[in-house]
Antibody, heavy 118, light 106 residues
Framework: QVQLVESGGGAVQPGRSLRLSCAAS????????MHWVRQAPGKGLEWLAF????????YYADSVTGRFTISRDNSNNTLFLQMHSLRAEDTATYYC???????????WGMGTTVTVSS | DIQMTQSPSSLSASVGDRVTITCRAS??????LSWIQQKPGKAPELLIF???SLHSGVPSRFSGSGSGTDFSLTISGLQPEDFATYYC?????????FGGGTKVEI
């Protein structure tokens, strides 16, 4: 079945970097756009970034523009989120989600938790 | 950015109740509106897209309506597994934005 599994989260100090991964299976990864969404503890969902199926179209939320980079490896069915200059307010569970069409997110992973603290 | 405002932020209901959650967009988003369910400790799940289209496998007791700026999600005959938090999300343009969520409690 369609599955997304995030990894790479953990505890990190402010100002450091972290790279998240999302392993996709059960569908033709190279033909679908993908998203990253996060949820701070006890808060709602916040969209972060989108990449088209081939990486040619990429969009970011203002809150992460210039610090986070979304990318993908279609040969290995993996989505990435490179995060730099991490701040305490980046503490959250990070989800990857598959794009169904027109930015509709039809499948979500279980998430990976990032804690930014000194 | 398009702001999405949900109401109520929480509600209490009983099994079998009919529940309606509303979502208002700060500008016309036509029918580019999804509803997402999230249970504690679980991945979010898509319920409805393009305002009223039921995602595959979603029970028919869930329905959505609206267009432009005003939308609603209705659960007809609340079941125990429906107690969760519900989010609306506009997919009209980036940055994609979510409502603040509605927690449906027993």
């Amino acid at each position: 079945q369609v599955q997304l599994v995030e990894s790479g989260g953990g505890a990190v100090q402010p100002g450091r970097s972290l790279r998240l991964s999302c392993a996709a299976s059960g569908f033709t990864f190279s033909t679908f756009g993908m998203h990253w969404v996060r949820q701070a503890p006890g808060k709602g969902l916040e969209w972060l970034a989108f990449t088209s199926y081939d990486g040619s179209d990429i969009y970011y939320a203002d809150s992460v523009t210039g610090r986070f980079t979304i990318s993908r490896d279609n040969s290995n069915n993996t989505l990435f989120l490179q995060m730099h200059s991490l701040r305490a307010e980046d503490t959250a569970t990070y989800y990857c989600a598959k794009d169904y069409a027109q930015f509709v997110m039809d499948v979500w992973g279980m998430g990976t938790t990032v804690t930014v603290s000194s | 950015d398009i702001q999405m405002t949900q109401s109520p932020s929480s509600l209490s209901a009983s099994v079998g109740d009919r529940v309606t959650i509303t979502c208002r967009a700060s500008q016309n988003i036509r029918r580019y509106l999804s509803w997402i369910q999230q249970k504690p400790g679980k991945a979010p799940e898509l319920l409805i897209f393009t305002a009223s289209s039921l995602h595959s496998g979603v029970p028919s007791r869930f329905s959505g309506s609206g267009s432009g700026t005003d939308f609603s999600l209705t659960i007809s005959g609340l079941q125990p597994e429906d107690f969760a938090t519900y989010y609306c999300q506009q997919n009209f343009r980036t940055p994609l934005t979510f409502g603040g969520g509605t927690k449906v409690e027993i």
